[in-house]
């Protein structure tokens, strides 16, 4: 089992810069596959970003391609998620999301919001 928790959310402006982090325990965390989610209010979760095993592989959904990117620091057990030049459309809850073994392990959730 992996076990997330998010940290890093808040409250910016627009054009400001946030970053995300998302500690993993439990099993070994340079062989699962990590990505953010996010859900804005009354809307479905979306995919943000994710990154492979090694953290050379890495893809992003266009709505924040050039803004936002996605790290993994294996030895700390911790994926980044760095966001810059906010927008009040990123303003959403951000989940941290593990794949591994064909089972799919979810963060709490840490909130996001911008303002105009």
């Known amino acids: 089992q992996v076990q997330l928790v998010e940290s890093g959310g808040g409250l910016v402006q627009a054009g400001g810069s946030l970053r995300l982090s998302c500690a993993a325990s439990?099993?070994?965390?340079?062989?699962?596959?990590m990505a953010w989610f996010r859900q804005a209010p009354g809307k479905e979760r979306e995919f943000v970003a994710g990154i492979s095993r090694s953290g050379l592989s890495r893809g992003y959904a266009d709505s924040v391609k050039g803004r936002f990117a996605i790290s993994r620091d294996n030895a700390k057990n911790t994926v980044y998620l760095q966001m810059n030049s906010l927008k009040p459309e990123d303003t959403a809850v951000y989940y941290c999301n593990g794949w591994l073994g064909g089972h799919d392990y979810w963060g709490q959730g840490t909130s996001v919001t911008v303002s105009s």
């Open positions: 439990g099993r070994t965390f340079s062989g699962v596959v």
